[in-house]
């Protein structure tokens, strides 16, 4: 049961991913939004809570463990095409980018220095300049 849940889960992130990748324009600013429209304010103590939790069990199952993978390699290709053109690069640092995310999340949680998507932005937007990559404009 517990599979079948987290599964569902997966299916409506996915979907949200997706969705935000469709919506969400194609430049560093845009995924910088979608980065923070995955974590709306409102949940943000549970994503890093009560989520890191769930966490648990989907890295013990391989299914769950699968899906979570399959799950990074959609968002790494969203973010990564929205840096660079090259599809090597951009796998690359899609992979990055989502880690500085996952990163600046579980900081922001102990320092709750200022809210999360402002924290997130301000991670993200310093992050994308270290890479010779304004956050306004087309890499």
């Given at each position: 049961m517990i599979v079948a849940i987290l599964s569902y889960a997966w299916d409506l992130l996915v979907a949200a991913t997706m969705a935000l990748d469709a919506e969400v324009p194609v430049t560093p600013r845009?995924?910088?939004e979608l980065l923070k429209r995955?974590?709306?304010?409102?949940e943000a103590d549970y994503a890093?809570?009560?989520?890191?939790?769930l966490l648990r069990e989907d890295l013990r199952s391989p299914e769950l463990r699968a899906r979570g993978s399959a799950w990074g390699a959609v968002l790494a290709t969203a973010l990564g095409r929205r840096i660079v053109d090259?599809?090597?690069?951009?796998?690359r640092l899609g992979?990055?980018?989502?880690s500085v995310w996952q990163g600046a999340l579980i900081?922001?949680?102990?320092?709750?220095?200022?809210?999360t998507a402002e924290t997130i932005e301000h991670r993200l937007e310093d992050w994308c300049r270290s890479i010779g990559a304004s956050?306004?404009?087309r890499g």
């Open positions: 845009g995924a910088i995955l974590v709306p304010a409102d890093v809570g009560d989520g890191l939790l090259d599809r090597d690069e951009a796998k992979w990055q980018m989502a900081w922001w949680a102990f320092t709750r220095g200022s809210e956050p306004d404009a």
